[in-house]
């Protein structure tokens, strides 16, 4: 739990504190950035950044503005479980580029699902929900125990993953085999568009990559929209700045005008509910690592082999960094300083720092922007939402929603 320990091992890869995921992660999730070190990893860092990197949260703004209006339309009048809405917004234009507006009005499709049956027309939707069904598996197979018995939260991930690759494997020979282009991660990946990167990669990377980005964005961009979401509306005089902050973009804006990079960065208060949420509901309690050879760190040798859980959570909470830390303070982050200071962990650090840090910002802001000027809400009430070991709201957090 010490903030400096736990930075130095973040900062040191390089003497022998490398990765070291559970066994049932690195099986179902692959040979991924996770699981790689050295120039590997520095390979396969460079393309995630080509493709999710902050340069290119730039050229992805208009269609995720689009899409979190399609996903946000129909909410006026209904009571909404957020924590289940709020998956649709991490999943949002991980493969695809395109909306049909046809089907704009059949809006409570999920996101995804748009995404997937514009591209891939009449036969899409099937493979969308075989998809959809063989991730969530996947999902919760590379948090289990890694016993390989029939009936096993392990075993269904392990399967899961051959239907996942299966699956992105057909993808990806039809992508080849159609001569339309398409703007959207996948093209990137098959077509090696990024020019300055020289190192090629393979199917196998190709579906690795696709899957690290599934996986990493997911729990960590909705969890942390659901629980802005709980903390504006405890916190009527954050909500009211927050409104005021994106009233003043919409107004100076055409109805239809989606969000720019320049409005982005102008909203410095809702990048601050983001930060204060991301450090109140910690949804990345730590990270993993391990130790190559024999290592003395403060004094203790931790021997080759061992594990050493870099526990950051509680660097959060820390009442010097942080003053009544366990109080929702959005304006802590204005000034900007505690974002760049030493122990600011939440993203990691080192070479591994979060590459999708600035498109899960930028995911959490746009959702707020469209959530906070189109509708207000009230809880339904009664629901609990547990903090720890992980963030999330065990029945549901169902919110009435009206068009303001
Ligand atoms: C907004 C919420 C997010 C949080 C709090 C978060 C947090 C983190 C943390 C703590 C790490 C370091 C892991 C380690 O050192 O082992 C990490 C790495 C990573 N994150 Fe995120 N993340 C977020 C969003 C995203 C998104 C949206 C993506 C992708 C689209 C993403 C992709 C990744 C990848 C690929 C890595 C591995 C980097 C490497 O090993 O070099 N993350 N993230």
Redesign the pocket.
Same mark, same amino acid.
């Given at each position: 739990m010490d903030p400096e320990l736990n930075r130095y091992i *973040?900062l040191n890869e390089k003497k022998g504190l490398i +990765?070291g995921y559970p066994k049932s992660m690195v099986d179902i999730l692959g040979n991924n950035?996770?699981a790689v070190y050295g120039p590997t990893?520095k390979y396969i860092?460079n393309n *995630?950044l080509s493709l999710?990197g902050t340069p290119l949260v730039k050229n992805l703004l208009p269609k995720l503005d689009e899409y979190m209006r399609i996903l946000l339309s129909d909410w006026d009048c209904k009571t909404i479980d957020i924590q289940d809405k709020t998956m649709e917004v /991490?999943l949002i234009f991980t493969f695809f580029d395109r909306i049909n507006h046809d089907i704009k009005s059949n809006v409570s499709e999920m996101a995804f699902l748009v995404q997937f049956k514009q591209i891939a027309e009449a036969e899409w939707s099937s493979i969308y929900d075989r998809f959809k069904t063989e991730f969530d598996k996947l999902y919760v197979g590379t948090i289990s125990l890694p016993i390989y018995l029939p009936g096993t939260n392990y075993h269904h991930g392990f399967k899961a993953r051959i239907n996942v690759t299966k699956i992105l494997a057909e993808l990806m020979e039809r992508r080849r085999a159609s001569a339309a282009t398409c703007d959207d991660m996948l093209e990137h990946l098959l077509r090696d568009v990024d020019t300055s990167t020289t190192y090629k990669l393979n199917d196998v990377e190709i579906i690795d990559q696709i899957v690290?980005?599934l996986y /990493?964005?997911y729990e960590? !961009?909705s969890t942390?929209s659901m629980m802005a979401v709980k903390y504006l509306h405890d916190h009527p005089e954050a909500l009211q700045q927050l409104r005021e902050e994106n009233f003043a973009i919409r107004n100076r804006k055409k109805a239809e005008e989606p969000l720019d990079w320049d409005d982005l960065k102008s909203m410095k208060f809702t990048r601050s509910v983001v930060y204060e949420t $991301?450090r109140l509901a910690t !949804?990345?309690n730590g !990270? $993993?690592r391990k130790t190559t050879d024999d290592i003395t760190l403060n004094g203790f040798v931790i021997p080759k082999g061992w594990r050493i859980y870099v526990y950051?959570r509680e660097i959060n909470y820390d009442p010097i960094l942080y003053p009544e830390p366990f109080k929702f303070n959005p304006w802590r982050w204005l000034d900007g300083k505690l974002e760049s200071h030493n122990y600011f *962990?939440?993203?990691?650090?080192g070479?591994? $720092?979060? +590459?999708?840090?600035e498109?899960? !910002?930028a995911?959490?802001s746009t959702f707020l922007h469209y959530f906070v000027t189109t509708y207000r809400w009230e809880e339904v009430g009664g629901e609990e939402i547990v903090k720890f070991p992980r963030v999330e709201a065990p029945n549901g957090y169902h919110i009435n929603v009206k068009k303001i």
């Amino acid at each position: 739990m010490d903030p400096e320990l736990n930075r130095y091992i *973040l900062l040191n890869e390089k003497k022998g504190l490398i +990765p070291g995921y559970p066994k049932s992660m690195v099986d179902i999730l692959g040979n991924n950035i996770a699981a790689v070190y050295g120039p590997t990893h520095k390979y396969i860092r460079n393309n *995630l950044l080509s493709l999710v990197g902050t340069p290119l949260v730039k050229n992805l703004l208009p269609k995720l503005d689009e899409y979190m209006r399609i996903l946000l339309s129909d909410w006026d009048c209904k009571t909404i479980d957020i924590q289940d809405k709020t998956m649709e917004v /991490s999943l949002i234009f991980t493969f695809f580029d395109r909306i049909n507006h046809d089907i704009k009005s059949n809006v409570s499709e999920m996101a995804f699902l748009v995404q997937f049956k514009q591209i891939a027309e009449a036969e899409w939707s099937s493979i969308y929900d075989r998809f959809k069904t063989e991730f969530d598996k996947l999902y919760v197979g590379t948090i289990s125990l890694p016993i390989y018995l029939p009936g096993t939260n392990y075993h269904h991930g392990f399967k899961a993953r051959i239907n996942v690759t299966k699956i992105l494997a057909e993808l990806m020979e039809r992508r080849r085999a159609s001569a339309a282009t398409c703007d959207d991660m996948l093209e990137h990946l098959l077509r090696d568009v990024d020019t300055s990167t020289t190192y090629k990669l393979n199917d196998v990377e190709i579906i690795d990559q696709i899957v690290t980005i599934l996986y /990493s964005g997911y729990e960590t !961009v909705s969890t942390t929209s659901m629980m802005a979401v709980k903390y504006l509306h405890d916190h009527p005089e954050a909500l009211q700045q927050l409104r005021e902050e994106n009233f003043a973009i919409r107004n100076r804006k055409k109805a239809e005008e989606p969000l720019d990079w320049d409005d982005l960065k102008s909203m410095k208060f809702t990048r601050s509910v983001v930060y204060e949420t $991301l450090r109140l509901a910690t !949804v990345i309690n730590g !990270v $993993l690592r391990k130790t190559t050879d024999d290592i003395t760190l403060n004094g203790f040798v931790i021997p080759k082999g061992w594990r050493i859980y870099v526990y950051t959570r509680e660097i959060n909470y820390d009442p010097i960094l942080y003053p009544e830390p366990f109080k929702f303070n959005p304006w802590r982050w204005l000034d900007g300083k505690l974002e760049s200071h030493n122990y600011f *962990l939440v993203f990691g650090g080192g070479t591994r $720092l979060c +590459p999708g840090k600035e498109l899960g !910002v930028a995911k959490v802001s746009t959702f707020l922007h469209y959530f906070v000027t189109t509708y207000r809400w009230e809880e339904v009430g009664g629901e609990e939402i547990v903090k720890f070991p992980r963030v999330e709201a065990p029945n549901g957090y169902h919110i009435n929603v009206k068009k303001i």
